[in-house]
């Protein structure tokens, strides 16, 4: 059987928000401000070589103090920006294998893969409603991504499953028949839980987002729980799509 691939399940990429923030500190007007001072007052005051030594020396420790001290409201600002340009691009893909679903006689599958994007929609503008995007929230939210489009992988099998069980030609004998029912039952049983967890989150992210609901030791247990959940969520749809690679033979 094929496996799909999701090339746009991706954790938010630790390389990609560094170098976003070094590209920030060094097109920033502050930055290029102070030392187009700098070089102004060196070829004013013309001194020695090694006092404009020290001078860039002294401005660039001044320089990094401060990126130092607004560093943290800087990486938010940029993760809140490399998530929004994600969300675009994952909307984009859900669309086409929504379609493509559509396009093979499964429309009721892409109307289940719908109400995960709707769902995924509504955690990602909780995620991102503030100003900034708590670590731990964005953490989830790379979660639900990879929830999402294994679900995704999983109906897209599940409607091969269907197509294969619905032919009359293909003949197969009671074994194989009996080999993809039991693939299709573990599908759905998967998929329905799946949509049971995105639906718990949904309302854990509520508590995240809004301390004055719970207390902040509860809320900490509660994003632990949700992790753990879709974590386990993933390694289910893991073993699901290892089963349905060894049954590549009924094709």
Not at 78 to 106: G, H, P, W
Not at 193 to 212: M, S, W
């Amino acid at each position: 059987m094929r496996r799909s691939s999701s090339k746009y399940r991706l954790a938010i990429a630790e390389e990609e928000i560094l170098q976003k923030k070094w590209l920030a500190r060094l097109s920033s007007p502050v930055t290029w401000s102070v030392y187009a001072v700098l070089v102004l007052a060196i070829l004013v005051i013309k001194p020695v070589w090694w006092v404009a030594v020290l001078l860039a020396l002294v401005t660039t420790l001044g320089l990094w103090y401060y990126w130092r001290l607004t560093g943290a409201a800087l990486e938010k600002r940029i993760l809140k920006r490399v998530i929004a340009n994600s969300n675009l691009k994952q909307e984009d893909e859900m669309s086409r294998r929504m379609r493509s679903l559509q396009e093979n006689r499964a429309g009721d599958l892409a109307i289940t893969l719908g109400k995960f994007v709707e769902m995924k929609k509504e955690i990602e503008a909780e995620i991102t409603r503030g100003e900034d995007v708590p670590t731990a929230a964005a953490q989830v939210e790379t979660m639900i991504d990879e929830l999402c489009f294994g679900v995704a992988d999983q109906l897209e099998d599940l409607a091969q499953v269907q197509g294969r069980l619905a032919r009359p030609d293909l003949q197969l004998v009671k074994g194989k028949r009996d080999e993809l029912k039991d693939s299709q039952r573990d599908l759905v049983t998967t998929i329905s839980q799946a949509y049971k967890t995105l639906t718990n989150t949904r309302y854990n992210i509520d508590a995240i987002l809004h301390p004055l609901k719970l207390d902040v030791p509860k809320r900490d247990a509660e994003l632990d729980s949700v992790v753990d959940r879709l974590r386990e969520e993933n390694e289910i749809a893991k073993r699901i799509r290892n089963r349905l690679g060894e049954a590549g033979s009924l094709s």
